[in-house]
C-alpha cells in the first residue's frame, strides 16, 4: 500500500515521514493491546485486523527507513 496520496509525497523531510509513520504504528500497538490484535475498527467495511494494520505499518516504516539510508548515503559520498 501507498503511504500517502500522491499529491503529499513531497512535503516533509524523510525523517518527517519517519516519525510520522512510527507514530502510527505505536496508534496501531496501543488500539491491538486495547481491542486484539484480531479485531478491527467495525466502521471498516475491508474488516483489516490490527495485526494486518501494524504489519503495513511496519512496511511504511522499512520504506521509509531504506529512503533515510539511501538519502544519507548520497550525502556521504557528496562531502568525500
Known amino acids: 500500500p ?3 496520496h500522491s499529491d503529499y509525497v513531497t512535503i516533509g523531510t524523510t525523517e518527517d515521514k519517519l516519525v510520522e509513520e512510527l507514530a502510527e504504528l505505536i496508534q496501531v500497538i496501543c488500539k491491538a493491546n486495547r481491542f486484539g490484535w484480531d479485531s478491527y475498527n467495525p466502521f471498516d467495511l475491508k474488516q483489516t485486523t490490527n495485526r494486518q494494520l501494524a504489519m503495513n505499518e511496519w ?3 522499512c520504506q521509509c527507513w531504506n529512503e533515510l539510508c539511501v538519502t544519507w548515503i548520497a550525502r556521504e559520498k557528496a562531502k568525500a
Open 59 to 61: 512496511a511504511d516504516i
Open 2 to 4: 501507498e503511504m500517502a
